[in-house]
């Protein structure tokens, strides 16, 4: 069963046939991709695997299920979701179930502070996540909030950046902006990922919780990401401090 689909392939729900734990199988598509980055990715998984932001790495089989379109390998994970009902715990669908309580928002901070701290875990790995975006990151209720599991490593880099093979000019500039509009402008225009890139995809995301919240302080912090100076966007462990200042300041009103 299919329970996602990205840029580069498929992920089904399975099973592990010695123990039936729900195992995410993802299997990548061969024009997208190349066995090199499928290891590129299941190394830097590997990796990740040993922070508790992100599924638990299982290992490599062999796949056909999906004919010749796809890899012969695919990788396979711990399934981060409704097992019963092979949902994944996205993050669109959480955030819609908010409803307008000092309760919610103080849960959502918290929960924003958790990804933050995700991405602060990562890079203190010097790991840049490169591709940071709300499809990417599952939130797994935990009673108070929600903790966050980034499953995409498909374009993580360790201790440099990557550069994106893209073409922009006057022409198309403005569709790029949009459809890309996760990725910060620094890198659209040809430059090298970094940590502050990947704090602009993080203040993307976290944009849509600020929708929901509308809290100026918050709101603020998100746009403080989004600046297209990478020297005023803040690092990713200082936004875990703003949020916890920001929800001492809620508990005082
Ligand atoms: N470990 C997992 N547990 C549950 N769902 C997952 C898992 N990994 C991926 N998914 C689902 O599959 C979708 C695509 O996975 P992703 O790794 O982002 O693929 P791509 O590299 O093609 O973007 C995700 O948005 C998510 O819904
Ligand atoms: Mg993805």
């Known amino acids: 069963m299919t329970v996602g ?19 995410a199988i993802k299997a990548l598509r061969k024009d ?30 062999p796949f056909w299920l999906l004919g010749d ?9 711990e399934f981060v979701g409704d097992r019963k009902k092979a949902r ?20 959502w901070i918290y929960t924003s502070a958790k990804i933050c701290q995700a991405v602060s875990c990562f890079h203190s790995m010097r790991m840049l996540l490169n591709d940071i975006k709300a499809d990417n990151i599952l ?39 949009k459809e890309y509009s996760h990725i910060a402008p620094e890198v659209l225009f040809g430059g ?10 993080l203040g993307k995301a976290l944009s849509l919780v600020a929708e929901v919240l ?13 600046s297209w100076n990478t020297s005023e966007r803040p690092t990713a462990y200082q936004l875990i401090d703003s949020m916890q200042w920001l929800t001492r300041s809620l508990c005082q009103q």
Not at 39 to 55: G, K, V, Y
Not at 158 to 166: H, S, V
Not at 214 to 226: I, Y
Request: proline share 4%; glycine share 6%.
């Open 192 to 201: 090298e990922t970094s940590a502050a890139s990947d704090v602009f995809s």
């Open 32 to 61: 997208k991709t190349d066995m090199f980055a499928l290891l590129q990715e299941a190394f830097i998984l590997q990796l990740a695997s040993c922070t508790e932001f992100s599924p638990r790495y299982i290992g490599l089989a």
């Open 214 to 226: 509308r809290l100026q302080p918050f709101t603020a912090l998100v746009n403080q990401c989004l």
């Open 5 to 23: 689909a990205g840029e580069f392939g498929d992920v089904l729900f399975g099973r592990l046939c010695c123990n039936s734990q729900a195992v």
């Open 69 to 77: 379109e796809f890899q012969e390998w695919a990788i396979i994970l």
């Open 139 to 177: 939130l797994r209720p935990t009673g108070h909030g929600y903790h966050p599991v980034f499953i995409d490593f498909g374009l993580a880099s360790i201790g440099e950046g990557i550069t994106l093979a893209m073409d922009v000019n006057d022409r198309n500039k403005a569709k790029i902006l």
């Open 88 to 107: 994944p715990y996205d993050f669109r669908q959480t955030l819609r179930l908010t409803q307008h309580s000092l309760r919610d928002s103080l849960d």
